[in-house]
């Protein structure tokens, strides 16, 4: 679902923030980068990062299922004197 977008880390050395896919967060336990600004390299531990992300997915099937249920149309209740005897 969202291994295709991006995170911004940012450098504990220099501050410049690098990219990175989901997709490296989510295929092992640590990811390791190289900042493109001060060239230091960068160890992230995924494991936290994972657990929000499962947070996130949890609340937006949540959110989807929600407006799922508000889209089905309700049904009409009969007129006041439309009542058969």
């Not at 410049?16 to 640590?30: C, D």
């Not at 990811?31 to 531990?45: A, L, P, Y």
């Not at 937006?60 to 508000?70: G, K, V, W």
Request: hydrophobic content about 30%; aromatic content about 6%.
């Amino acid at each position: 679902m969202f291994e295709d977008e991006t995170v911004d880390i940012e450098c504990p050395k220099c501050g410049h923030r690098n990219s990175m896919l989901v997709r490296g967060f989510e295929e092992s336990a640590e990811t390791h980068f190289v900042c493109v600004n001060c060239k230091t390299g960068v160890k992230v531990e995924a494991n936290e990062f994972r657990h929000r992300l499962d947070q996130m997915r949890e609340e937006l099937e949540a959110l989807e299922r929600d407006a799922a249920r508000e889209a089905k149309p309700k049904p009409k209740r009969p007129p006041k004197d439309d009542f058969q005897i």
